[in-house]
């Protein structure tokens, strides 16, 4: 199975210091960028998009869903699925749904929660997921070492034995196995980070071994100079930890596009629909 790439699409600000931030006037202009390179390499992406992103950026939004890309809902407001109650993220998936429904004529059928933020305690939100209508989730993060992660979820993409019976499919964001331990290495820091031989041999051993591979980006990564553009004070440690390697990141991003073959987290996830396995939980 080849390589998914999706990217978030989001503020950096707003998604990582403050949700009640405004989203920035750089997040429109570096999507648009990403919809340029994507283009440039014949790429087709799953893009996760803000709801906060979609109210001030219509126009991309509509760029992406003609230019081929699946666009699939990252929620509204960018808060944690866990700091919401059922209720709450009901009402944000369908918000975020319903807008990027008219904004591009076509349906929404992918969620993927801020922060990869489905985790053991907000496990409930699949069940939810699945009732209004979506086809899949790729929310979770099997990886050990992630911030927020379900450590040992399954790898690759299954079927959800949910209680309410509905169907939903789970596509967890890429890891690598390695002595029987799913590190993280599907992108964002990772692949700011790490030199792209490495990124490539983690791919090349997924793709080999017959899995899929989730990765996913934010079209911030592609913009080494927001941190001289900044309105609000930053800590040296963040402005170092989040702005490090961004200015080699396209680079390298071409060149995992260029060397593996892509599909839609759609197309993983209908497939997966028939054949992957049933995960009880
Ligand atoms: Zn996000």
């Not at 450590?151 to 196995?177: C, D, I, K, N, Y």
Request: proline residues 7%; negative net charge.
């Amino acid at each position: 199975m080849p390589l998914v790439c999706t990217v978030d699409v989001e503020d950096w600000a707003q998604s990582t210091l403050d949700t009640d931030l405004p989203i920035s006037d750089r997040a429109g202009p570096n999507m648009e960028h990403v919809l340029d390179v994507l283009a440039e390499e014949k790429v087709k992406a799953t893009c996760f998009v803000l709801g906060r992103f979609a109210e001030k950026f219509p126009d991309t939004v509509r760029r992406i869903a003609s230019e081929g890309h699946e666009v699939a809902s990252h929620g509204f407001g960018h808060v944690d699925v866990f700091r919401l109650t059922p209720t709450q993220f009901r009402e944000d998936i369908r918000r975020s749904r319903g807008q990027l429904e008219a904004l591009t004529g076509r349906p929404v059928l992918g969620y993927r929660a801020p922060d990869f933020s489905i985790v053991k305690e907000s496990i409930w939100a699949l069940e939810i997921l699945a009732e209004e209508g979506f086809v899949y989730d790729a929310s979770i993060n099997p990886a050990v070492m992630a911030r927020f992660g379900v450590p040992g979820f399954p790898r690759q993409p299954v079927r959800m034995a949910l209680a309410g019976g509905a169907p939903l499919v789970e596509l967890p964001v890429a890891t690598l196995s390695f002595f029987g331990r799913s590190l993280p290495v599907a992108g964002g820091g990772y692949h700011r980070l790490l030199p792209f031989p490495v990124i490539r041999w983690a791919i090349e051993k997924s793709v080999l071994a017959g899995e899929t591979f989730m990765a996913y980006c934010h079209p911030y990564e592609f913009d080494p100079d927001e941190f001289r553009h900044l309105d609000c004070p930053l800590p040296l440690k963040t402005r170092l930890h989040q702005g490090l390697g961004r200015r080699g990141f396209e680079n390298k991003f071409r060149r995992m596009l260029r060397e593996f073959e892509t599909t839609l987290a759609l197309q993983v996830a209908e497939k997966a629909m028939t054949e992957a396995p049933v995960y009880e939980g």
